[in-house]
């Protein structure tokens, strides 16, 4: 059984900064992908960030430049800095977790209002 918990979601004014965290608890294989989507009521969920199988790393367009990713694999724990964010970031924020099976945190809110 695979868990994961999301945290670090908040209220921010545009151009500010939020840190995000999500820590998987469980069997973890050592090589997953995992990385964060986010999504706004009536749409999609959409990709965000997410570190590959390989290691490497894919951003969605709208975020290159503002957010990073990164991860603690001894904590199993990857991390999302959001920066110079935009109202358009607004959203609920997931975490996820592919080997083999799809696991899905519970979504942490983001929003950036002034």
């Known amino acids: 059984q695979v868990q994961l918990v999301e945290s670090g979601g908040g209220l921010v004014q545009p151009g500010g900064s939020l840190r995000l965290s999500c820590a998987a608890s469980?069997?973890?294989?050592?090589?997953?992908?995992m990385g964060w989507y986010r999504q706004v009521p009536g749409k999609e969920r959409e990709l965000v960030a997410v570190?590959?199988?390989?290691?490497?790393?894919n951003y969605a367009d709208s975020v290159k430049g503002r957010f990073t990713i990164s991860r603690e694999d001894a904590k199993n724990t990857v991390h999302l800095q959001m920066n110079s964010l935009k109202p358009e970031d607004t959203a609920i924020y997931y975490c996820?977790?592919?080997?083999?099976?799809?696991?899905w945190g519970r979504g942490t809110q983001v929003s950036v209002s002034s």
């Open positions: 996820r977790l592919a080997q083999g099976a799809e696991y």
């Open positions: 469980g069997s973890i294989f050592r090589f997953n992908t």
């Open positions: 570190f590959t199988r390989t290691g490497s790393t």
